[in-house]
């Protein structure tokens, strides 16, 4: 069987400057697979390349069988990929059910998206009591909450997270990771997960891929990574 997403020597920066420099990953259906790196390593950029927001100068991207890489950002969600960006980016000024139903907005059958709010409202009952609030008044928390809820609208067949866990509290930061668990084994999802805190990252992950440069400079099982003495150093603080 062929891998969901398949990532083959990928090159991609801004303008003239080259940041990812040949990068090759893969994330197999029902996975949770980790890019773990310092601040400027490219993560971002790696997820934007995937997603179609950046074009990528070289390379090619696999996605559900078909060649995606030169394929338009707005053509994501219908074609299975979500990515939940740094912050959320949630509308502040609509309502947290508005904004969980734009998630939906490829789904034309009414009565099937609010089936869709209302599972994902039972997914993360936080949301559910604070349906008609503005997105804006939500805690940070509550917020990456809302933005996960977001993407699983579209019923995505991957979903990319960048750095949920910014600014949260511990405790928050393993409920958002837990939840993720919980789709990933609920409803078939694979997921691809940006992270500076690679000791929870490396917890809820199967693989993971340490970004170093623009450049992968290890990978494997996220058990195996996170006992290596050189992932300790440079990125758990140990
Ligand atoms: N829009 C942009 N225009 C120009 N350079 C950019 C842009 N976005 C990022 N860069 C540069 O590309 C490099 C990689 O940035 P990227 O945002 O991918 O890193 P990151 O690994 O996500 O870092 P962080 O952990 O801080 O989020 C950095 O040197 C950054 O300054
Ligand atoms: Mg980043």
């Known amino acids: 069987m062929s891998a969901l997403l398949t990532v083959t020597a990928l090159h991609a920066g801004y303008g003239t400057v080259p940041v990812l420099r040949g990068v090759s990953l893969y994330v197999n259906a029902g996975e949770i697979v980790a890019i773990v790196g ?8 790696l997820l934007g390349a995937i997603s179609g927001l950046l074009p990528p100068t070289g390379g090619t991207i696999m996605f559900r069988g078909a060649d995606v890489t030169a394929r338009p950002a707005h053509r994501g969600p219908a074609s299975g990929m979500a990515l939940v960006p740094e912050g959320g980016r949630l509308f502040p000024f609509l309502t ?5 139903l734009l998630g939906g907005f490829t789904v034309a059958d009414k009565a099937e998206r609010l089936r869709r709010l209302n599972e994902v409202m039972e997914t993360f009952p936080i949301l559910g009591e604070r349906r008609f609030q503005l997105a804006g008044k939500l ?9 996960v809820a977001r993407a699983i609208m579209s019923r995505p067949a991957l979903m990319m ?26 409803i078939g999802l694979s997921v691809l997960l940006v992270e500076q805190n690679t000791v929870e990252a490396l917890e809820v992950a199967d693989r993971a891929y340490v970004l170093d440069h623009g450049n992968f400079v290890l990978d494997g099982p996220a058990r195996t990574l996170a006992a290596d003495p050189r992932v300790q150093q440079a990125y758990m603080g140990l």
């Open 96 to 100: 947290v059910e508005d904004n969980l």
């Open 161 to 186: 997270l960048d750095e949920p866990s910014v600014g949260l509290s511990p405790l928050m930061v393993e409920r958002i990771l837990a939840a993720v668990q919980t789709l990933v084994a609920r």
């Open 139 to 147: 805690s940070g928390g509550e917020r990456q909450m809302c933005a």
């Open 38 to 45: 310092a601040n400027g390593a490219g993560k971002s950029t």
